[in-house]
T-cell receptor, first 115, second 113 residues
């Protein structure tokens, strides 16, 4: 049974470059969340997709961050003009539709390092 | 504004003994509380949850206790095993907030042989 997968597992980029992080949720899960974990911190919510509804972007830290979810499945988180403070582990999670369970299943994360 | 707090960054316990992890929260409207376990280079994995209408939930060696009046929950692991060494995150969520999780900073548990 496939879990949530993310790619790449590690990404090193130079300050000012754009990066794209990919998430493949569990098949049949309509809800998809992005979080990030900075060093020594807990997980911080970034953005949420539910089915075909407009995403909840309330957690995005700046307008350099954006995400999309194509066909209700794969999601891409894009960070433009990366800064050193963007260095973190970016985690994707998926879950069943609201009302069918609260448990979120996490991928292994993408460790982003901005030099 | 951190709504979920884990004030102990680390815990060391001897194998076979009880591990007690604590978590405090500020939002009395939270519907569910969850504990996740995380190994290095892996994503968090779900351990156990509790609804806000309950005060205890047990699953094998893991028991979560909720004290709503104190806005406090705890995770008990008994007996502790070497494989329990990991980072444990407390999380809370609201149905009205689309179940987005608010996480504590985590507690690193080390089980000594």
């Amino acid at each position: 049974g496939a879990g949530v997968s993310q790619s790449p597992s590690n990404k090193v980029t130079e300050k000012g470059k754009d990066v794209e992080l990919r998430c493949d949720p569990i098949s049949g899960h309509t809800a998809l969340y992005w979080y990030r974990q900075s060093l020594g911190q807990g997980l911080e919510f970034l953005i949420y997709f539910q089915g075909n509804s407009a995403p909840d972007k309330s957690g995005l830290p700046s307008d350099r961050f954006s995400a999309e979810r194509t066909g209700g499945s794969v999601s891409t988180l894009t960070i433009q003009r990366t800064q050193q403070e963007d260095s973190a582990v970016y985690l994707c999670a998926s879950s069943l539709a609201i009302g069918q369970g609260v448990q979120q299943y996490f991928g292994p994360g993408t460790r982003l390092t901005v030099t | 504004d951190q709504q979920v707090k884990q004030n102990s960054p680390s815990l060391s316990v001897q194998e076979g003994r009880i591990s007690i992890l604590n978590c405090d929260y500020t939002n009395s409207m939270f519907d569910y509380f969850l504990w996740y376990k995380k190994y290095p280079a892996e994503g968090p994995t779900f351990l156990i949850s509790i609804s806000s209408i309950k005060d205890k939930n047990e699953d094998g060696r893991f028991t979560v206790f909720l004290n709503k009046s104190a806005k406090h929950l705890s995770l008990h692991i008994v007996p502790s095993q070497p494989g329990d060494s990991a980072v444990y995150f407390c999380a809370a969520t609201l149905r009205s907030n689309d179940y987005k999780l608010s996480f504590g900073a985590g507690t690193t548990v080390t089980v000594r042989a």
